[in-house]
């Protein structure tokens, strides 16, 4: 059974670091890109970047793109989403999800359950 | 970058009613060299994740109940329900998959009357 399995909660100041995970079980981990999704508190969902871990191509999305780093361990089966500095903006719900084969039409079949993000001072 | 933009934002239905929503996107999301257009559809029930519902236009990926469907071409798009249940409910979405950056519609909540 594919799964896809977020780090917990958190909950950080403006200016810490932070890195979540998201590890995938169940099916071949480095040949199916990860993506990331934000949904921000009474918002929509937003398209961030994704990475293929077999080979770590990575794709911002321009709204994005400087102010996170996405990564992934193949090895480990787990692709991860940073900040360097985080800003009470970035305070939302993320969510990993994978794109599936293109036998199925290549899109993102399945998610992981979210992992909520809180900055306050 | 191609932005999509959906109407109605907010869907109030009878049970057993139909529902329509529409998806433009700012540029054709038709792939010539593969036939396929790279348009989704998502429905995100309330305090669960998203979910896939229809994929490459007009396919319904696996699970989903044959009363959604989804059509169109070029730039217009629209998921159909052709009779709306109390567990439609949620935020449905459309997203292109064209090209990078992928980009989501505003979403339309879908709420029972």
């Known amino acids: 059974e594919v799964q896809l399995v977020q780090s917990g909660a958190e909950v950080k100041k403006p200016g810490e670091f932070l890195k979540i995970s998201c590890q995938g079980s169940g099916y071949s981990f480095s040949s199916y890109w990860i993506g990331w999704v934000r949904q921000m508190p009474g918002k929509g969902l937003e398209w961030m970047g994704m990475i293929y871990p077999g080979d770590s191509d990575t794709r911002y999305s321009p709204s994005f793109q400087g102010r996170v780093t996405i990564s992934a361990d193949k090895s480990l089966k787990i692709a991860y989403l940073q900040w360097s500095s985080l800003k009470a903006a970035d305070t939302a719900l993320y969510y990993c999800t994978r794109r599936g084969s293109p036998q199925l039409g290549s899109a993102f079949d399945y998610w992981g359950q979210g992992a909520l993000v809180t900055v306050s001072s | 970058e191609i932005v999509m933009t959906q109407t109605p934002l907010s869907l109030p239905v009878t049970p057993g009613e139909p529902a329509s929503i529409s998806c433009r996107s700012s540029r054709s999301l038709f792939e010539s060299a593969d036939g396929n257009t790279y348009l989704d559809w998502y429905l995100h029930k309330p305090g669960q994740s998203p979910q896939l519902l229809i994929y490459?236009?007009?396919y319904r990926a696996s699970g989903v109940p044959d009363r959604f469907s989804g059509s169109g071409s070029g730039t217009d798009f629209t998921l159909k329900i052709s009779r709306v249940e109390a567990e439609d409910v949620g935020v449905y979405y459309c997203m292109q998959r064209l090209e990078f950056p992928y980009n989501f519609g505003q979403g339309t909540r879908l709420e029972i009357k």
């Open positions: 490459a236009l007009s």
